[in-house]
Structures are given as structure tokens and as C-alpha cells.
């Protein structure tokens, strides 16, 4: 619980929900989710050491992931503006990372070596990528940040599906929880590709020392993805972290696999791919029930609705407290003299 809260897994994503119509504050969101997300996964890695593994394991605890991984992809297909959408897309991302590592093999931060690293990388490209496709009209960036977290092949996501797989080769009740990942993540990959038209340009220029910042972080990660695809092995070796290149991955580990990792990656993809295809018209028909369905999988009401329970606690017991203590004193006082008086009667 603390790993999710640490890295604003949904539903514990309200403080990461920015403000309507108001453009994602890349500096910002590096530091609040970004960094946050990569420190809960650490934590999460140092519970499976822990002995964690077992608990994470559990059917019913696999089935809350699940779900959580499924209500933040709904939110992101149906997310009215693309701040809302660039941010659902990540936290989606943040509770995939957190299934990998709960199903790895390895232990420690072993299990969560390769999807912080899908998340920072990737993540990282897709959030600046789309910044440098607006004001650039350079689309890169952003097409290999969704490759990444779609766990396409010669990128480090390809690295995560022997541990999401597991959910094939286990216990029969766990195809169940496959078939509800495939469909989390079919909505995830539609999320993804949901809009192909280039993004509206800000209204005022962006400065030209902070677009080139931008184009250097996004060759920067780009090339660090490059390197992740081209030589994990070496990389786990260099975070002195053993086996860490999962044993169902062949020679190279980016590109081949047994059957049940292509399994994992073609269905959800394909699935998400067509559904994608159909979303538009798909929304059109559902009328004004997309925006209610935003509106109830954002989880803002429920933020309200504690807020205003809370108030209304701290009202009554402010007014409890006010009836014995206080203003209420004296009041009391002449209750007890008066049935004192009545007993002495």
C-alpha cells in the first residue's frame, strides 16, 4: 500500500490530476511522478525481498492489480483533454510496472530492474515526446516511448512479458486474470493510438532554449532506450543485479522469445490496435455517456465526497465538544445545579 501510494497508482493518483484545460508542466510532472513512481516501484522491489513475493502473488491480490490497472486505462481512452489522457496513460503504465514486478521470478529490486526502466524511458519519452510533437511537429519521439510501453519488440517493455505471462502458465483460475489483463491492456494500447492528428500548438511561442532542451532530453532518453534494447545483459550486470534478463527470452532477450511471451504481447496489441481503430465511432454512439464514464473513473467525486465527510465529522465533533467543553460550559453547570436542586427536593 505504501508502494502504490508513493507512486500514485490508481487510486491514489488524485494528487497527479491536473488542473482542466490547463497543459501538463513538464518540469513538474518529471519531478511529482516521474521520481515518485521509480521510488514506489524501488520500495515495491524491496518487498518482494522481503518476502512480499507471496502476498503479491495471491489471486485476489493479483485481481485488485488487475483492476486498478483496468479503471486507469478506462479513464485515459475517456479522458476529455490531453493532460488528463498524457497523465492516465502513465499512471496505467505505473500499476503494469507494479504486475511485472509482483510476477517476476527474481527477487528484490531484480524484478523491478527492467520496468522502472520501461517507465522512466519509455514514460519519459512519451510525456516530453508529445511536447516535441507540438511544438516541433516531430512525432518520433512519441511513437517510440508508445512502443515502449506497449512492450514492443527491441524495446526494453519486450523485457516485462515473461513475468506478466506467468498468468498463462500457472493455475487455471489465472486465465481469468490474463483475460482481464489483455482487456486493461487492449484499452491501454487504444489509449495510446487514440489520437493521430498532430496536438494543437500553444497559443504563446515556447522559447527556443526550452525547445531544444526538450529535443536534447528526448535524444538523451532515446538513446538510453537504444542502449537498454541492445545489451540488457550488460546492464543488469553493471547494476550488479544477476538474472535479471528473464529466462523465457532467447539471444537477443529484445527480439526473441518462447510462445506464450508473443501470447502475452500479440493479443493485447492486436485487440488494442482494432479497438482503436473503432473508438471514435465507438464514443459517438455512446453519446454523453464517455464524459459520465471520465467523470466516475477520475475519482474526483470520490476525493469530494471524503472532503465532505470529513468536514461534516469535524463539524459534529466540533459541536459535541462545543456542548461539554467551552461555550457549552456553563450550560452544563446550570444542568447540574438544577438536577442537583431536584434531588435535594
Do not use: K
Not at 494528487?15 to 519531478?31: A, D, M
Request: glycine share 8%.
Amino acid at each position: 500500500i505504501a508502494a502504490a501510494i508513493r507512486a500514485g497508482a490508481y487510486p491514489f493518483h488524485l494528487w497527479l490530476l491536473p488542473t482542466q484545460n490547463e497543459q501538463v508542466n513538464l518540469s513538474e510532472r518529471l519531478l511529482d511522478q516521474m521520481v515518485s513512481v521509480l521510488c514506489g516501484l524501488w520500495l515495491l522491489g524491496w518487498t518482494v525481498n522481503l518476502g512480499g513475493a507471496e502476498v503479491l502473488q495471491r489471486p485476489e491480490v493479483l485481481l485488485l492489480i488487475l483492476l486498478m490497472m483496468l479503471g486507469s486505462a478506462i479513464a485515459g481512452l475517456t479522458a476529455p483533454d490531453a493532460p488528463n489522457h498524457t497523465t492516465f496513460v502513465l499512471i496505467t503504465s505505473t500499476t503494469t510496472a507494479a504486475l511485472s514486478g509482483a510476477l517476476a521470478l527474481s527477487n528484490g529490486p531484480a524484478a523491478l530492474i527492467w520496468p522502472t526502466t520501461v517507465f522512466a524511458l519509455g514514460g519519459g519519452l512519451w510525456l516530453i515526446g508529445e511536447r516535441v510533437w507540438q511544438e516541433w511537429n516531430v512525432a518520433y519521439p512519441v511513437y517510440i516511448g508508445a512502443a515502449s510501453l506497449a512492450s514492443i519488440p527491441f524495446t526494453p517493455g519486450f523485457l516485462i512479458l515473461p513475468s506478466l505471462s506467468r498468468l498463462l502458465t500457472t493455475e487455471p483460475f489465472y486465465l481469468t486474470l490474463f483475460a482481464l489483463y489483455v482487456l486493461a491492456q487492449m484499452i491501454q494500447i487504444a489509449a495510446m493510438v487514440r489520437d493521430t492528428g498532430i496536438p494543437e500548438r500553444h497559443s504563446t511561442p515556447q522559447s527556443p532554449f526550452l525547445l531544444a532542451r526538450q529535443l536534447i532530453s528526448c535524444t538523451a532518453l532515446g538513446i538510453g532506450l537504444a542502449i537498454v534494447s541492445y545489451r540488457p545483459d550488460r546492464i543488469a550486470a553493471f547494476a550488479d543485479l544477476e538474472n535479471a534478463v528473464p529466462l523465457l527470452l532467447g539471444n537477443p532477450p529484445v527480439m526473441v522469445a518462447d510462445t506464450v511471451v508473443w501470447l502475452t504481447l500479440g493479443l493485447p496489441l492486436v485487440l488494442g490496435i482494432l479497438f482503436a481503430m473503432f473508438t471514435p465511432r465507438f464514443l459517438y454512439y455512446l453519446s454523453e455517456w464517455p464524459e459520465r464514464i471520465s467523470q466516475f473513473t477520475r475519482l474526483e467525486w470520490l476525493f469530494q465526497l471524503s472532503w465532505w465527510s470529513a468536514n461534516r465529522i469535524s463539524d459534529t465533533w466540533g459541536n459535541a465538544v462545543g456542548v461539554v467543553e467551552g461555550a457549552g460550559y456553563i450550560g452544563w453547570l446550570v444542568v447540574f445545579v438544577l438536577f442537583g436542586y431536584l434531588l435535594v427536593s
